[in-house]
């Protein structure tokens, strides 16, 4: 069974730049997660998707993140413009469903470097 | 709102020698608990998840934790490690609110670095 692809892995812009990072879950996962791991922290949830839907997006910074998953499979995430603050690793990870008990399944991760 | 404490930045232990990593967490209802291992360059890999039932709980590679409620503990253990053990080691806890509605997401700890010299 093929794991949680992410693309770039590793990606380097200028302040003010945007971004996308690609992230396809593994098949039938029906929920899907981006995390933000900040060096030395624990990942944080940014947004959580049920199929095509958002369930969860109170910790994404809407005036510059973006994500969509618009045929419920595969997902991006967009950041414009990019701040410093920016810089860290952002994880994809999937589920079978959304319940708590549900084992998540993470992607390599995306290390995004803001200069 | 939950939260996870893990107790260590850092571990240094010795090739087969025995490791506690300890994790705290905070939650007002239900709460599912899981560890996750993160070894250089790769995403997160589930070690072991405790749901219900017993409270000891093992995962894979030789680990074992114990859920303690009373002291809202979930301390992650292993007997004898090894080299390979070197990684970084997070705390996460799921969980329902007051109403039973799945939260889904996890809200994981600061991570503990495990580093075993030989």
């Known amino acids: 069974e093929a794991g949680v692809a992410q693309s770039p892995r590793y990606k380097i812009i200028e302040k003010r730049q945007s971004v996308a990072f690609w992230c396809n879950p593994i098949s039938g996962h029906a929920t899907l997660y981006w995390y933000q791991q900040i060096l030395g922290q624990g990942p944080k949830l940014l947004i959580q998707f049920q199929n095509n839907g958002v369930v969860d997006d109170s910790q994404l910074p809407k005036d510059r993140f973006s994500a969509e998953r618009l045929k419920g499979v595969d997902s991006t995430l967009k950041i414009q413009p990019a701040k410093l603050e920016d810089s860290a690793v952002y994880l994809c990870?999937?589920?079978?469903?959304?319940?708590?008990?549900?084992?998540?399944?993470f992607g390599p991760g995306t290390r995004l470097t803001v200069l | 709102a939950q939260s996870v404490t893990q107790l260590d930045s850092q571990v240094p232990v010795f090739e087969e020698a025995p490791v506690e990593l300890r994790c705290n967490y905070s939650s007002s209802v239900s709460v599912y608990l899981f560890w996750y291992v993160q070894y250089p360059n790769q995403g997160l890999q589930l070690l072991l998840k405790y749901l219900s039932g017993s409270t000891l709980v093992k995962g894979i590679n030789g680990f074992e934790a114990e859920f303690n409620k009373s002291q809202t503990s979930f301390h992650l253990r292993k007997p004898s490690v090894h080299i390979s053990d070197t990684a970084e080691y997070f705390c996460a806890v799921s969980g329902n609110d007051a109403g039973g509605t799945s939260y889904g997401k996890l809200t994981f700890g600061q991570g503990t670095i495990l580093t075993v010299h030989p």
């Open positions: 990870a999937s589920s079978l469903r959304r319940p708590s008990y549900n084992e998540q399944f």
